[in-house]
Structure formats: structure tokens, C-alpha cells
């Protein structure tokens, strides 16, 4: 059981903000995140794209203000659940809570913040008829570790940057690799395609092109699939790994059994301090809805630090809040 002041559900923008208002007012936080990296949509969505309207940055990379914002937290030292989603939330009778992740990792804390962005990215699957028997036992929608492909054969499909990316990085872990992918051009960035293609070329990987993963097979666990080649020509490859990378899709999922009120697929919260129908719960980001909302992360920030004054009180029920300058305090590690 991981102890904390504060556990922040989801490690977007907004959720780690959040870490670092907490962290002036001396309260620890857990974030938990179902994606394996940092960042929310700005890692997952646009990581290269520039942002124009984060006060005090003309211009940043969304990439870049992940960074940033990481290092802006490094003094409050959070601690981290990734590739685990938030399935429940418990109620204790003392009023504070455990929040338990998909993989049973449990977080108990005084204060819940979910700053769930649109909800949790959730893997977009092939239409394979029984692609699920093998989750978990041969078939993986992520790369939560790289080590897991060790000296393995490895088949990934799709033609976006992840396939790509993934493609290039487990070339060199994986014992032999195969990159399925339906079209003849990749939506992924040029330079990661003209590599692929290049390694190819070179024989370190296998390209198949005009190709689609269409069966999966094995006896409890994976061991090969049918590729369709040139959408005519069942081919069986053997492998042990078979990764579909068809990008994400956002959905509210267990938050919607939390008990909050909800107003179309968002939270509804009181705009004093951004706090739900349930004591010691707040809703920040995106996933949050009230009379005149934004879907900005500048207007996640302010949200954050609004929830932050008003989650002291009862992290700290008796001590009086009162509003520091960093200009005058500076920041006290945690
Ligand atoms: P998110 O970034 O969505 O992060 C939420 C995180 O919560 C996700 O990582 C998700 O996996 C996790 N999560 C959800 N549910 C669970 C669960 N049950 N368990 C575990 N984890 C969970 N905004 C601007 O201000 N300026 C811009 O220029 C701009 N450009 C954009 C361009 C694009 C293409 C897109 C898509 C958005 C843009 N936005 C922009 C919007 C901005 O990205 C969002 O407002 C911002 O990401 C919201 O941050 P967040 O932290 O609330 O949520």
C-alpha cells in the first residue's frame, strides 16, 4: 500500500501542475497514470507540435513543456504509478480514501484530484476474432516495457508513429522483428519511415507493406499469426510477440462508477475550488465541466491551484492557509 497526502489521477498536463501547487503547501502526491509515459495528450497526441498560449512561452513544443513541468516537480519528489489505470475508488470511514489501479496497486490518501483529461487512452483494436484470449499472453496494445521483447520474435502492425518508433527501438532488443502495416506510405513522421524502410533494406527488420494481420494462434499463449500479403496470400509467421499499434482512444471508463455527478461525460465541480459531489474528491483539467469551462491547460493550472488551497484544509485541518509568494518563500523541498 503506497501512503500518501495526495493521489492525482492522471499525469497529463494538469495533474502535474497540480503536483507542484500541492507542493508549496507541503503535501505529498501519488499520480497515477494507464499510459506508460508522462504528459497526457501533449506526450501522446502532439508531442512535437508548439504550444502559443502558455503565459510566459511565445512559443514551447508540447514535448517540451512536459519536460519543464517534470523538472518544475523534481523538489516536491511525487512518486509515480504508470501503465495502470485508476479502476476504484474507496471510501474510508475516516473519510479518506484508497484508490485502487487495474493491476491491484492500492494508494491511500486523504485527498483524490482526478485530472483525467478526456478520460484514459484505450487501445484501438484490430477487428481479430480472437485477438483477446491472447491479451496478456502473447498480444500487448502498449510497450509498458522494452525488456518484456528481449530475444523475442516480435510482430507489430499499424503505420503511425508509434509503429514506428517502436519498430525502430525493439529492432535492436527484440531477436527477430516484423512490421505489418496495411498501406504503402506511413502516416508517422518521414524521417521514422524512411529508417524503417532503411532497415528493411538492410535486413535488420521485416517489412511487410499492403499486408494485414487477419489471425492469431497458439495453445494458451501466442505463438503465430496469419498475415495477409498483398490482401491475397495467407502467410503464418511465428512469433511470440504480436503488438497492434492503431493508436488511442479516450474514454471516461471506470470514472463514470465513482459516484460523481457527471454532466455529458464530464465532471461537474464547484468552480470555488473545483471540488465534486464527493467530500475530498476534486475534478482539474479537462475532465471537468462548469458553466463557462475551457479546455486549456492554462486554465487546468489555475484550477490546480485553486484545489490546492482548499485540499490544505483538510490535509492540514488545523492550520490556517495563507498565501505565500515563491518570490518570498522560494520552494521548500518536500
Ligand atoms: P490530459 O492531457 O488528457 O491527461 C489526462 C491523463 O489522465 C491521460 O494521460 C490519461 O491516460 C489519464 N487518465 C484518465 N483516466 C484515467 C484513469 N482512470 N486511470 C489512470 N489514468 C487516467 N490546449 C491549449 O491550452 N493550447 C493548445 O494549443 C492546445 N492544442 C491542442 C492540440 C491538440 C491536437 C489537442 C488534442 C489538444 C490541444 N489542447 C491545447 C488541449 C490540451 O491538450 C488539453 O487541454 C490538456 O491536455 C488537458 O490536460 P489534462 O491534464 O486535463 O488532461
Known amino acids: 500500500m ?18 507542484f501547487e500541492a507542493g508549496l503547501l ?13 504528459g497526457g495528450q501533449l506526450a501522446e497526441i502532439y508531442p512535437k507540435k508548439p504550444i502559443y498560449d502558455i503565459p510566459g ?34 471510501k474510508q470511514e475516516d473519510g479518506s480514501f484508497v484508490v485502487e489501479t487495474s493491476e491491484g496497486t492500492e494508494v491511500a490518501c486523504k485527498v483524490v484530484v482526478i485530472a483525467g483529461g478526456l478520460g484514459s487512452f484505450e487501445p484501438r483494436k484490430p477487428a481479430i476474432d480472437n485477438l483477446e484470449t491472447f491479451e496478456g499472453k502473447g498480444v500487448n496494445y502498449m510497450v509498458r516495457d522494452p525488456e518484456t521483447f528481449r530475444n523475442k520474435r516480435v510482430v507489430i502492425a499499424g503505420g503511425g508513429d508509434s509503429a514506428l518508433d517502436w519498430t525502430i527501438f ?29 532497415m528493411a533494406e538492410e535486413g535488420h527488420i521485416k517489412l511487410l507493406l499492403k ?36 493508436g488511442l482512444v479516450p474514454k471516461l471508463g471506470p470514472i463514470e ?52 488551497q482548499s485540499a490544505y484544509n483538510i490535509i492540514y485541518p488545523d492550520k490556517k492557509f495563507v498565501l505565500k509568494y515563491t518570490t518570498v518563500n522560494g520552494i521548500q523541498e518536500l
Request: with cysteine.
Open 2 to 19: 503506497i501512503t500518501t497526502d495526495i493521489c492525482i489521477v492522471g499525469a497529463g498536463p494538469v495533474g502535474l501542475f497540480a503536483v
Open 26 to 38: 507541503k503535501m505529498r502526491c501519488h499520480v497515477i497514470d494507464a499510459l506508460p509515459i508522462v
Open 57 to 90: 512561452f511565445p512559443s514551447i513544443l508540447a514535448g517540451d513543456l512536459v519536460d519543464n513541468l517534470m523538472k518544475q516537480i523534481e523538489p516536491f519528489h511525487p512518486t509515480f504509478t504508470l501503465g495502470e489505470r485508476v479502476e476504484h475508488l474507496h
Open 170 to 198: 525493439l529492432a535492436g532488443v527484440a531477436e527477430d522483428l516484423t512490421l505489418v502495416h496495411r498501406g504503402t506510405t506511413f502516416r508517422g513522421a518521414p524521417e521514422s519511415a524512411q529508417k524503417v524502410v532503411s
Open 211 to 246: 499486408s494485414n494481420v487477419t489471425n492469431v494462434h497458439g495453445n494458451g499463449k501466442l505463438n503465430a499469426v496469419t498475415v495477409l500479403v498483398d490482401n491475397d496470400t495467407p502467410h503464418e509467421i511465428e512469433t511470440d510477440y504480436f503488438i497492434p499499434l492503431f
Open 257 to 308: 462508477n465513482w459516484g460523481l455527478e457527471l454532466d455529458k461525460s464530464a465532471i461537474a465541480v464547484n468552480t470555488f475550488d473545483y471540488s465534486t459531489n464527493v467530500p475530498g474528491v476534486y475534478a482539474i483539467g479537462d475532465i471537468n465541466t462548469y458553466p463557462g469551462k475551457l479546455k486549456l491547460i492554462l486554465c487546468g493550472f489555475h484550477e490546480a491551484a485553486l484545489m490546492a
